[in-house]
């Protein structure tokens, strides 16, 4: 799944802390007990306004719908209500994709 945000750049620094302090931590535990692949957080140099953005991988498409529910599920337990409105109040715009590799090759790959 790839989340794209655009955030005013005044905030992004804020916005990356909430993202850093409460949703990370959920995101990298889902990492660990094998529901996901893996958990990215970045942001661009240069290119769109999109600056804030997520990729999360996993093995299929049903195995991200139950990971994404825990993950949002855990977030909503653990983050505080007012942390989570004041990033959603950083969020102007946003979307979401979801995508099947069709190829993937890098230097670890074996053929």
Request: glycine share 4%.
């Amino acid at each position: 799944m790839f989340n794209m945000n655009k955030v005013e750049f005044e905030n992004t620094g804020k916005a990356f802390a909430i993202v850093d302090e409460f949703m990370s931590p959920t995101w990298d535990a889902l990492v660990d007990e094998g529901m996901i692949s893996s958990y990215e957080v970045f942001t661009h140099a240069w290119g769109d306004s999109y600056n804030l953005c997520f990729l999360i991988k996993a093995e299929s498409h049903e195995a991200f719908l139950k990971a994404w529910n825990e993950g949002i599920k855990r977030m909503r337990d653990n983050v505080p209500d007012e942390k989570w409105n004041e990033y959603a109040s950083y969020v102007i715009e946003h979307k979401d994709n979801l995508y099947s590799l069709r190829h993937h090759y890098d230097s670890n790959s074996k053929k």
